[in-house]
Each structure stands twice: as structure tokens, then as C-alpha cells.
């Protein structure tokens, strides 16, 4: 599976962006799909992920009520629409796919990772 981020720029906080993630590959309908994101000087981090039919998703505390993650299987694209910006949330976001077919909070379960999207949240 090859993965490419996009979407990614400025907003002001309490703005809105979405990035999205196109997959190549025959795997992505029966893949678990996550979105990481890493700060300067930060570990990257968990932010959402979705199990392979998008019927269930799992967030962090942090992005709870603001993120949403959803997938359209048919065109092999994986979304983050992300609302109520905050400059915390300031970070490059990468996509990333698992060979299991639930979400999953942890790096290591995934196997194939996107090349990062910037995004910036001025205050």
C-alpha cells in the first residue's frame, strides 16, 4: 500500500481543514487506517483511526468532538476533517495502514505510512 497525504495548510484557530489520504493498492478496502501527527520537538503521536469498514473509529482525548475520521472504500481515500483548530494542533499529520482490519492507538500496528502534511493553526 502506498499512501499520499494532502490537505494540509494554514487556518486560524477555531477554523476548519480536511486532509485526506489517498491509498494505492487492493488492501485498503480490509485495512485498519490511522492518522498520527508529530510537533517540533515532539513523539509523534496518535490522533484517530478507523477500522477497515469504517464502522467504528477511536480518537484521542485531545481531538475528541473536534476530529472526525472517515473512509470511502470505493475511491481508496482516507479523511480527517478537523474542526475548532486549535494552535496546539499545529503539526505535520501523516496517514498511516495497517495489515489488521481494526483501529488501532499505537504506531506499531501499522505497517505502511504516508509522507506527512503540514498543518499550522495560528492563534
Known amino acids: 500500500v502506498q499512501l499520499q497525504a494532502s490537505g494540509g495548510g494554514s487556518a486560524q484557530a477555531g477554523g476548519s481543514l480536511r486532509l485526506s489520504c489517498a491509498a494505492s493498492g487492493r488492501t485498503f478496502s480490509s485495512s485498519g487506517m490511522g492518522w498520527f501527527r508529530q510537533a517540533p520537538g515532539k513523539e509523534r503521536e496518535f490522533v484517530a483511526a478507523?477500522?477497515?469498514?469504517?464502522?467504528?473509529?477511536y480518537y484521542a482525548d485531545s481531538v475528541k468532538g473536534r476530529f472526525t475520521i472517515s473512509r470511502d472504500n470505493a475511491k481508496n481515500i482516507l479523511y480527517l476533517q478537523m474542526n475548532s483548530l486549535k494552535p496546539e494542533d499545529t503539526a505535520v499529520y501523516y496517514c498511516?495502514?495497517?495489515?489488521?482490519?481494526?483501529?488501532?492507538?499505537?504506531?506499531?500496528?501499522?505497517?505502511?505510512w504516508g509522507q506527512g502534511t503540514q498543518v499550522t493553526v495560528s492563534s
Open positions: 478507523i477500522s477497515w469498514s469504517g464502522g467504528s473509529a
Open positions: 498511516a495502514a495497517s495489515s489488521g482490519r481494526d483501529w488501532y492507538y499505537t504506531p506499531g500496528r501499522y505497517d505502511y
